[in-house]
């Protein structure tokens, strides 16, 4: 099955920087990669997905990029706000959507 | 429209006693989800339904775990007897179309189990 794993585990930036997280996935038949966003006790809600035939998508503040050939696609949201502290999950399916762990997301005002 | 409503949101039992989650998704979904997510980490399917047909079980523990999706509306998830690992959040998520896994998946709120 697909194994979706996710870099950094935790990231803390100062209000205004930007912030990258990436995912690496195993399946090559994988081909929709959706985002969750989710703050703490509430349910994760998609912030935004990409298929695979497309390279980069982009909405507001937050972009997402694929890398098919090396299998790895990264969430990047510019300008970060207090109210992007959360937890994202990146998740990749085939014929089922895996999650990865989780990155955790401090902004620091 | 209303969103994707689970119950309990909290739930307590000792092991091996029985409990049960409800979920009704959102109103013409036809894809019905149940998701495991353990404390630091992602959300993990259990099951998938299309209307009221199982889709995949593979990662359910059927020797514990059963759910059902009568009229292919509401579902219900039991576990019985429960054990420490099950300790987590149970996360029923549904989407619109019968294909499912291309899609976006609403979720709702969950239910935190802890076992003792």
């Known amino acids: 099955g697909e194994n979706v794993e996710q870099h950094p585990s935790t990231l803390s930036v100062q209000e205004g920087d930007s912030a990258v997280i990436k995912c690496t996935y195993s399946?090559?038949?994988?081909?929709?990669f959706p985002w969750y966003k989710q703050e703490l006790g509430k349910r994760p809600q998609l912030i935004i997905d990409?298929?695979?035939?497309?390279g980069e998508k982009k909405d507001q503040r937050i972009a997402v990029t694929l890398n098919k050939t090396a299998k790895h696609f990264s969430l990047h949201i510019t300008e970060t706000q207090p109210e992007d502290s959360a937890v994202y999950f990146c998740a990749a399916s085939d014929y089922k959507l895996s999650f990865g762990a989780g990155t955790t997301v401090t902004v620091r005002a | 429209e209303a969103g994707v409503a689970q119950s309990p949101r909290y739930k307590i039992i000792e092991k091996r006693q029985s409990v049960a989650f409800w979920c009704n998704p959102i109103s013409g979904h036809a894809t019905l989800y149940w998701y495991q997510q353990i404390l630091g980490q992602g959300p993990k399917l259990l099951i998938q339904?299309?209307?009221?047909?199982?889709?995949?079980d593979s990662q359910l523990p059927k020797d514990r775990f059963s759910a059902e999706r009568l009229k292919g509306v509401d579902s219900t998830l039991k576990i019985q007897p429960a054990k420490l690992e099950d300790s987590a959040v149970y996360l029923c998520?549904?989407?619109?179309?019968?294909?499912?896994?291309?899609?976006?998946?609403?979720f709702g709120p969950g239910t935190r189990l802890l076992v003792l």
């Open positions: 998520a549904s989407s619109p179309s019968a294909s499912g896994n291309q899609e976006t998946q609403y």
């Open positions: 399946d090559s038949a994988s081909n929709y």
């Open positions: 990409i298929r695979s035939n497309v």
């Open positions: 339904f299309q209307n009221n047909g199982v889709v995949d």
